[in-house]
């Protein structure tokens, strides 16, 4: 009958269990996939990740250079980042919401590299 | 004369973790008879894997289910694996069984907490559910994301465990070993689960066995039946015996997957000692022909894939039977002559996973 | 060069009730039931498992060809047997349980949706890619 006793003891007794959060963000983990990032520099344009995305989530075109990503569609699963020739895409740890602005690039904006 | 009633329980329930409808025919308090409406959570996910091809198709059957997320991508691959003659290299096999024993753990916990919550334990629930976190939080850290791990394709796996990872799975596994004991004491032990538990939704073995049951649901009615056994990937290598007991009630499904975490973790470390080096995928040439049959063993009982291909880059049939969908049978009988406030416990003791019944 | 699935056995109509009669009798279980649509007609495969040991019978018939079923053999068919139905129209006779084709579905949606031609979710892929509904709005 007491089995829980020890465990509602120290629950009453010690500092809550979750984190006083946005005060308090917990660092994420370095392998973790939150969503996706590419540097337009280094594209080429091929379309290899848009024939291959499973769920058509990224959109590229050739004449204008342009690459689009619908961020509610992406499933961040890496199949784009892996099959690029170039190597042009990656996962970053964040999180972002679905709602944020479509990530649109262009030729000649260079973003950070991973 | 007894007052017969029609109670529609669910789809919206608060125990249910996923839309169930089941129509109840009371008389009095007493169930006489038991309907299921289903079809609250069908996606057609049979027929959108015809459209994308083989590769495509890792991340679809992952998506299943929500909680036995990785055993569907093993499984799929498993099968795949077969129609196109490929061997996955043996540091693959032994990653595939660590993290399909980290998903059997966080499912298991899952259950424990919606157990304890279907008959009103809710400091249990709680306990369970905060336990789960740090399973979730070694799932991110290895795998990439709490639940969709998509850490395994076809010929092998796609992330590796560093030295520093394996070391943060092994203390992380010890602090949940030891915070596990107590609440597997207690749900073993209380007074007041036994008087919930014991005695209610009986099947006998060859009730159970005609029925078509699988997992827990069977091995609580003394069934030796775990396809883990079979030392399909890794398993041979480790030391493995089924968890069985015998009682055939509530109860005893209870205890099978409350041993059966132990064992997980037992389970992982011993797969962590043994892991070899080693590439971790094989490359995937050429286009799958003809049919194959793949099986394991989901934390919720024994999962099918049929897979059908005419040597083009998509499957022309994936055929996926969920373990919760063998349990439907016997939940229909062993539901009628129980009382009302019986129903959740008989429910959540076949450990239901709706989003895997109907795809 | 295709892979074959191991321990597979034809059978017709008529045959299928007595087989899986026999193999209650000698003890397998029933494990789930398979329908492909080939094109020209159906296949229906009921797998049963012994021991580890997974075989197969395989029935082939046209579309809408009524079959008899192993409800009354194998409960747990009742509920595979219902799927079938609402998902490739095959009309099971003496069913157990019969849902009527609305174990899954509902009435508006299509008919027998996972047969290969002529059901909602293949017109509509056959429409142009602009006029397909995309999801993130």
Request: aromatic share 6%; net charge positive; with cysteine.
């Given at each position: 009958?007491?089995?829980l006793?020890?465990?509602?003891?120290?629950?009453?007794l010690?500092?809550?269990a979750?984190?006083?959060?946005?005060?308090n963000?917990?660092?994420d983990f370095a392998g973790?996939?939150g969503h996706?990032?590419?540097d337009?520099?280094?594209?080429?344009?091929?379309?290899?990740?848009s024939?291959r995305?499973p769920?058509?989530?990224i959109?590229v075109?050739?004449?204008?250079k342009?690459?689009?990503l619908?961020?509610?569609?992406?499933?961040?699963c890496g199949h784009?980042?892996?099959?690029c020739?170039k190597?042009?895409m990656?996962?970053?740890?964040?999180h972002?919401l679905?709602?944020?602005?479509v990530?649109?690039?262009r030729?000649?904006?260079s973003?950070?590299?991973p | 004369m007894?007052t017969q009633?029609?109670?529609?329980f669910g789809?919206q329930?608060?125990?249910?973790?996923?839309p169930?409808?089941?129509?109840l025919?009371?008389e009095?308090?007493?169930v006489?008879?038991?309907?299921?409406?289903?079809g609250?959570?069908?996606?057609?996910?049979?027929?959108i894997?015809?459209?994308?091809d083989?590769l495509?198709d890792?991340y679809l059957?992952e998506?299943?289910?929500?909680?036995?997320?990785?055993?569907h991508?093993?499984?799929?691959?498993r099968?795949?694996?077969t129609?196109?003659?490929?061997?996955v290299p043996?540091?693959a096999?032994f990653?595939?069984?660590?993290?399909?024993e980290m998903?059997r753990?966080?499912?298991h916990?899952?259950?424990?907490?919606?157990m304890a919550d279907?008959f009103?334990?809710?400091?249990?629930f709680m306990?369970a559910?905060?336990?789960?976190?740090?399973?979730l939080?070694l799932?991110?850290?290895?795998g990439?994301?709490r639940?969709?791990?998509?850490?395994c394709?076809i010929g092998?796996?796609?992330r590796?465990l560093?030295?520093?990872?394996?070391?943060?799975?092994?203390t992380?596994?010890d602090e949940v070993e030891?915070e596990?004991e107590?609440?597997?004491?207690?749900m073993?032990d209380?007074y007041?689960?036994?008087q919930?538990?014991?005695?209610?939704?009986?099947?006998t073995?060859?009730e159970?066995?005609?029925?078509?049951?699988?997992g827990?649901?069977?091995r609580?009615c003394?069934?030796q039946m775990d396809f883990?056994t079979?030392?399909y990937?890794a398993y041979?290598?480790?030391?493995?015996?089924?968890?069985?007991?015998e009682?055939?009630?509530c109860y005893?499904?209870?205890?099978?997957?409350?041993?059966?975490?132990?064992?997980s973790?037992?389970?992982?470390?011993?797969?962590?000692?043994k892991?070899p080096?080693?590439?971790?995928?094989?490359p995937?040439k050429?286009n799958?022909?003809?049919?194959?049959?793949s099986?394991?063993e989901?934390?919720?009982?024994?999962?099918i894939y049929?897979?059908?291909?005419?040597?083009?880059r998509?499957?022309?049939?994936?055929?996926?039977?969920?373990?919760t969908f063998?349990?439907?049978?016997?939940l229909?009988k062993?539901?009628?002559?129980c009382q009302?406030?019986?129903?959740?416990?008989?429910v959540?003791?076949?450990?239901?996973c709706?989003?895997?019944?109907?795809r | 060069?295709?892979v074959?699935?191991?321990d597979?056995?034809?059978?017709?109509?008529?045959?299928i009730?007595?087989?899986?009669?026999e193999?209650?009798?000698t003890?397998?279980?029933?494990v789930?039931?398979t329908?492909?649509d080939?094109?020209?007609?159906?296949d229906l495969?009921y797998?049963?498992?012994?021991e580890?040991r997974?075989?197969?019978?395989r029935l082939?018939?046209?579309?809408g060809q009524?079959v008899?079923s192993?409800?009354?053999?194998?409960?747990a068919?009742?509920v595979?047997e219902n799927?079938?139905?609402?998902?490739?129209?095959?009309?099971f006779?003496n069913?157990?349980?019969?849902?009527?084709?609305?174990?899954?579905?509902t009435e508006?949606?299509?008919?027998?949706?996972q047969?290969?031609e002529g059901?909602?979710?293949d017109?509509r892929?056959k429409?142009?890619a602009?006029?397909q509904?995309t999801g993130?709005?």
């Open positions: 009958m007491f089995g006793l020890k465990q509602t003891l120290t629950n009453l010690s500092s809550p979750t984190r006083g959060y946005p005060a963000t917990r660092p973790a996939r996706l990032d590419m337009p520099a280094i594209c080429i344009y091929c379309g290899a990740c024939k995305c769920t058509k989530a959109t075109s050739r004449e204008p342009e690459w689009k619908e961020v509610g569609r992406c499933i961040v784009c980042v892996e099959i020739p190597k042009c990656w996962l970053d740890t964040r972002g679905a709602n944020d602005s990530l649109d690039a030729s000649g904006d973003k950070r590299n | 007894a009633s029609l109670i529609p789809p329930h608060p125990v249910f973790p996923e169930l409808q089941l129509r025919v009371l009095d308090e007493k006489v008879e038991a309907l299921p409406a289903l609250y959570v069908h996606r057609g996910l049979e027929k894997a015809q459209q994308k083989i495509q890792v059957v998506r299943v289910c929500g909680i036995c997320s990785f055993i991508s093993v499984t799929y691959c099968g795949v694996e129609l196109m003659g490929i061997t043996d540091r096999r990653l595939r069984v660590v993290w399909s998903s753990l966080h499912s916990l899952l259950w424990l907490g919606l279907s009103g334990f809710e400091n249990l306990q559910f905060r336990l789960r976190e740090k399973v939080d799932m991110e850290a290895t990439g994301n639940v969709i791990m998509s850490s394709c092998g796996v796609r590796d560093t030295p520093d990872l394996i070391k943060m799975v092994r992380t596994l030891r596990l107590p609440i597997i004491i207690t073993r209380d007041t689960v036994q919930r538990t014991v005695g209610v939704g009986r099947l073995k060859e159970a066995y005609e029925l078509g049951a699988v827990p649901v069977a609580g003394g069934i883990r079979t030392g990937e041979g290598d480790l030391n493995f015996k089924p968890v069985v007991f009682g055939g009630d005893a499904r209870c205890k099978v997957r409350l041993y059966e975490m132990p064992q973790i037992t389970l992982m470390k011993e797969a962590l000692d892991l080096e080693g590439p971790l995928a094989v995937v050429g799958p022909d003809g049919e194959a049959i099986r394991c989901q934390p919720r009982g024994e999962v049929y897979l059908r291909a005419n040597n083009t998509n499957l022309e049939r994936l055929r996926i039977r969920t373990p063998a349990n439907l049978a016997p229909l062993m539901l009628p002559g009302l406030a019986d129903v959740p416990v008989i959540l003791a076949i450990d239901p709706i989003s895997c019944t109907e | 060069m295709a074959n699935l191991p597979l056995t034809d059978l017709t109509v008529d045959t009730g007595d087989a899986v009669a193999k209650r009798r003890g397998w279980r029933f789930t039931m329908c492909v080939r094109g020209d007609g159906l495969m797998h049963f498992d012994k580890y997974l075989v197969t019978l082939k018939i046209a579309h009524a008899p192993m409800s009354g053999v194998y409960f068919a009742a595979i799927e079938v139905k609402d998902m490739f129209g095959v009309p006779t069913l157990a349980i019969d849902f009527g084709g609305r174990f899954l579905l508006s949606a299509p008919k027998a949706p047969c290969r059901s909602g979710i017109m892929l429409q142009p602009e006029s509904p993130g709005n």
